[in-house]
């Protein structure tokens, strides 16, 4: 399984960007998927989470100002960050929790490469 994700790049606070995130690959099934963020110097943290029934979690940190969306049939995840603030920079990273086969009873945690938000004041 292969999560590939864009959309990172250079804004002003106040500003909006919106990162993209598709799983490739052969599995069963994607049940959770999610965003997390990791600042320098700092531990990767939920940015926000999306359950195969579009049920979503957000930091508290990030509430009204991101939203985070799936489209089950293409296996992709967005987050769409508007109102962003120079404490939203960080390398932001897709999270899977993926059935690899029909016979599986766990799921197996996978992880994009990671793509770079730096929001300037």
């Known amino acids: 399984v292969q999560l590939q994700a864009s959309g990172g790049g250079l804004v002003q606070a106040g500003g909006s960007l919106q990162l993209s995130c598709a799983a490739s690959?052969?599995?069963?099934?994607?049940?959770?998927m999610g965003w997390y963020r990791q600042a320098p110097g700092k531990e990767r943290d939920l940015v926000a989470t999306i359950t195969r029934g579009k049920i979503t979690n957000y930091a508290d940190s990030v509430k009204g100002r991101f939203t985070i969306s799936r489209d089950n049939a293409k296996k992709t995840v967005l987050l769409q960050m508007n109102g962003l603030k120079p404490e939203d920079t960080a390398v932001y990273y897709c999270?899977?929790?993926?059935?690899?086969?029909?016979?599986?009873?766990?799921?197996?945690?996978?992880w994009g490469q990671g793509t770079l938000v730096t929001v300037s004041s």
């Open positions: 999270h899977a929790d993926v059935l690899n086969s029909r016979r599986d009873t766990t799921f197996t945690d996978y």
């Open positions: 690959g052969t599995f069963f099934s994607i049940n959770n």
